[in-house]
């Protein structure tokens, strides 16, 4: 009975079709033929690239390790070890090893747990075998290549003369321009009287940082002392800006006055970045918490009121236009383009009375007189609606214009509040996810056990919500970072710029390439330390644990 | 065993609520007395959740009076602390506080709204956790306990800022059948220990057994209140009997 039931269910003899010849091309003649092709290409280009890095010339040593073209034993040994053929057939053989390390584990049944990485992750099949030497044959050239370049080919000579003369046979880089340069690029012009003061601001950084990575520690003996660290570190933010500035009007001595416009390199670079993390956080975390805020509306009247008085207030003081005013309005089409529009004393106070109180009936019917959340969403969206470099632009050349000639605001604060304004509107829509995912039943717990609002915000809500969104906060503190390069478009001498002005040095033309690896270089160790910073908070914190 | 009940605690005269257009509440009328036990009944959507949220302001009533513990229920926002203060919740979801320890969760509310001291609000706590029979889960986090262990922590959270009246909406609703008798358990003990108890549930052996009262809800008004007796073995209302047959049929 079983058997002929299997028979008639089984699907080879129930859906027999005279000739699947598509199903047959797809599955047999192009599987295999594709499979094939595939592993043609890959055996080939392994072949030629084996090939190639087999021929590949000998690097080139600098003049230190082989002085008039005489080379020295150390030389000799980076020759032997970096020669084509050498670490071709190292490499080949590795290859050769681990793939019978593997056949073997696999025969015996037994595989340990570094066999069973090197079967899951490197020989993952015949194909997978094939990809793992290519790619490692690529990796071992590419470092071989950066190293030829950046070490054993390289001049780090800082004199400029003696690099001159060995210019022509230094076959990698020339790195005295970095070394040469190492002041500017960590401080600017800031000058070499004051520099001790750059130290000390570090000093009291690291000092702080070290510290705290050992208080936030689990378990650490130093739990209790975590709120004086708070403190401190937010005295520390006045007291190593009054170090890096000086005394303000003071010109001698010690603490005399370095101009901002001194700042630079490095130093400035971070300045900015810090300052703008710090001061913009608290700003977006209040524009999050603003936009989302659902303060019962002002009354119309009590808008309509405010208005009144605003304008009488307004007039009163000098507002009122007394005389009949002209305006060129813009018109396309026109030639010239601009159309004379003269409005008369009434006309004109009619159009202010109009504006106010408009804009005011718009806010009061339309968003139920909740200025706080219309101000937060109407300044989020304007400035996530312009790039950061608008921004800047705007606090650099437009500013001015709309103040007083007498007063002139430093070039740097102005570049910093352009930076934290536009970076606390990125911020708070981050808090803002981070406070949509918080359960509708936590404020209600909160609620009914008697909280305040503001309690169950501070000691509820912001703990759960920020801890939620700290993966984005860090990217956009790191992405903050990487944009304070922007700031030398509007004539500020951060890391980048120095890097240009430095290249344009006479001693070291033509000396880009060391230049840019070594801030590419800087950047990236920072933006590195950030993001391991907050893999550390996040475990600390234990983000996902429950 | 007749029970003594004291003075009146919750006052309610004809509180209306709506939810847009909606009307939800109804002129609702009762009054609750100290020690009572009260069981809300009633088909789903009748507004039983909607009521004993408004008695702690989780949700605004638009007309009427309601009154507990003396003080009224207004704008006024004094007065709403003072009235949580008294009346502690528990919720159908437990409503833990995830980044808290158990003990953290219990200790917050009486260190921050009733200013007590670390060590006092600790001792307290752990009293209210023995009381629910889990003292050892103190240290550990919400997300490590099970459905009831968490509704338990719930309750002592309540109970540790030491309120007059307790509300339940559907304590053991999420939760499995073995874990619901742990819950109704401490609930009946609470109930043994003279707190005034509201209490949404479709336990009906806690209603018999446990309550002084039933309050039968049916499109957001009271149809019905009486004795457990009386309710459950001759309602007076069509649509009390209604609500009983389906109920009893299942
Ligand atoms: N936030 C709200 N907005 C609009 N309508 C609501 C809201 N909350 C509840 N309602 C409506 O009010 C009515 C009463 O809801 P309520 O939650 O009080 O019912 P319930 O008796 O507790 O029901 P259940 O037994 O299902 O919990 C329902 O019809 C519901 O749809
Ligand atoms: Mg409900």
Not at chain 1, 274 to 303: C, Y
């Amino acid at each position: 009975m079983t058997t002929i039931t299997q028979i008639k269910n089984d699907p080879a003899l129930d859906d027999w079709q005279p000739l699947d010849i598509g199903g047959w091309l797809r599955r047999d003649v192009f599987g295999t033929v594709w499979h094939i092709l595939f592993a043609i290409i890959l055996v080939g280009t392994n072949l030629l690239v084996i090939q190639a890095t087999f021929n590949a010339a000998p690097v080139e040593l600098s003049f230190t390790l082989a002085p008039n073209g005489n080379i020295g034993t150390v030389g000799n040994i980076i020759l032997a070890l970096t020669n084509g053929a050498f670490l071709t057939s190292l490499v080949l053989l590795l290859w050769i090893v681990g793939a019978g390390v593997v056949i073997w584990g696999v025969v015996r049944h037994k595989l340990s747990g570094p066999i069973q990485w090197l079967k899951d992750s490197m020989y993952t099949g015949f194909f997978g075998a094939l990809t793992t030497l290519f790619l490692l044959i690529l990796i071992v050239f590419a470092t071989r290549g950066l190293l030829a370049w950046g070490l054993f080919g390289a001049n780090f000579s800082t004199n400029p003369d003696a690099v001159a003369i060995l210019r022509d046979v230094t076959p990698g880089a020339v790195w005295g321009i970095v070394g040469a340069n190492m002041k500017l690029f960590a401080v600017g012009r800031y000058p070499y009287d004051a520099v001790w003061r750059v130290w000390v601001s570090l000093a009291i950084v690291i000092v702080l940082s070290t510290l705290s990575l050992f208080a936030w520690s689990l378990g650490s003996p130093l739990k209790k002392y975590r709120p004086w660290l708070v403190y401190a570190w937010l005295a520390s933010m006045p007291i190593t800006l009054l170090l890096l500035y000086g005394i303000p009007g003071t010109d001698t001595g010690i603490m005399m006055t370095v101009r901002t416009n001194l700042w630079g390199g490095f130093l400035l670079t971070v300045v900015i970045a810090v300052l703008g993390i710090v001061l913009s956080f608290p700003i977006g975390l209040s524009l999050a918490l603003g936009r989302r805020s659902e303060a019962k509306g002002v009354p119309m009247l009590w808008l309509m009121g405010g208005g009144i008085v605003f304008l009488l207030l307004y007039w009163m003081t000098g507002g009122y236009p007394t005389e009949s005013a002209t305006f060129n309005l813009p018109i396309i089409f026109r030639d010239p383009p601009l159309y004379p529009v003269t409005l008369t004393v009434w006309q004109n106070t009619t159009l202010q009375a109009f504006a106010v109180l408009g804009v005011l009936w718009l806010v009061g019917y339309y968003l139920n007189g909740n200025l706080i959340k219309t101000f937060c969403i109407g300044y989020i969206e304007l400035i996530r609606g312009v790039p950061l470099i608008t921004v800047l632009f705007m606090a650099n050349v437009m500013l001015p214009i709309f103040l007083p000639k007498e007063i002139e605001i430093d070039n740097l604060f102005r570049v910093v509040v352009g930076v934290i304004l536009f970076s606390a509107a990125y911020l708070a829509e981050n808090v803002r996810g981070g406070l949509q995912s918080i359960p509708k039943g936590q404020y209600e717990a909160a609620m009914a056990v008697g909280l305040s609002t503001s309690q169950s915000m501070r000691l509820i809500i912001l703990p759960q919500a920020l801890r939620a969104v700290i993966p984005a906060l860090v990217g956009e503190f790191i992405g903050l970072f990487k944009d304070t390069s922007l700031v030398s478009i509007v004539g500020l001498f951060d890391l980048l710029k120095i890097a240009q002005t430095v290249i344009a040095q006479p001693d070291w033309l033509g000396l880009q390439r060391e230049t840019y690896v070594f801030i590419a270089f800087i950047y990236w160790i920072f933006c590195f330390a950030m993001a391991a910073v907050s893999i550390r908070i996040e475990k600390n914190l234990g983000v996902g644990q429950y | 065993m007749v029970k003594e009940l004291g003075a009146p605690v919750i006052v309610c005269e004809d509180v209306h609520k709506w939810y847009g257009d909606f009307h939800a509440l109804r002129g609702v009328n009762t009054t609750v007395r100290e020690g009572e036990v009260v069981v809300i009944l009633g088909p789903s959507g009748s507004g039983k959740s909607t009521w004993i949220r408004t008695l702690n302001r989780l949700e605004e009533h638009q007309r009427g009076r309601i009154i507990v513990h003396g003080t009224e229920l207004n704008n006024d926002v004094r007065n709403i602390q003072e009235i949580r203060r008294e009346v502690g919740m528990v919720f159908q979801q437990f409503n833990l506080f995830p980044h808290l320890t158990v003990l953290e969760n219990i200790t917050l509310a009486p260190i921050q709204v009733r200013k007590w001291s670390r060590d006092r609000a600790e001792e307290e706590g752990m009293k209210q956790l023995t009381r629910v029979k889990i003292p050892e889960q103190a240290s550990k986090y919400p997300g490590q306990l099970s459905g009831g262990q968490q509704q338990r922590v719930a309750i002592a959270r309540a109970l540790a800022m030491q309120p007059k009246i307790m509300l339940f909406d559907e304590p053991t609703s999420a939760l499995d059948p073995e874990m619901i008798k742990e819950v109704l358990d401490v609930m009946q003990d609470l109930a043994n220990d003279g707190m005034t108890i509201l209490a949404v549930t479709h336990e009906m052996g806690f209603a018999r057994n446990v309550a002084d009262r039933v309050i039968f809800f049916d499109e957001g008004n009271i149809v019905e209140e009486n004795k457990p007796n009386t309710f459950f073995s001759n309602p007076r209302e069509e649509r009390s009997k209604l609500f009983l047959q389906q109920i009893l049929h299942h």
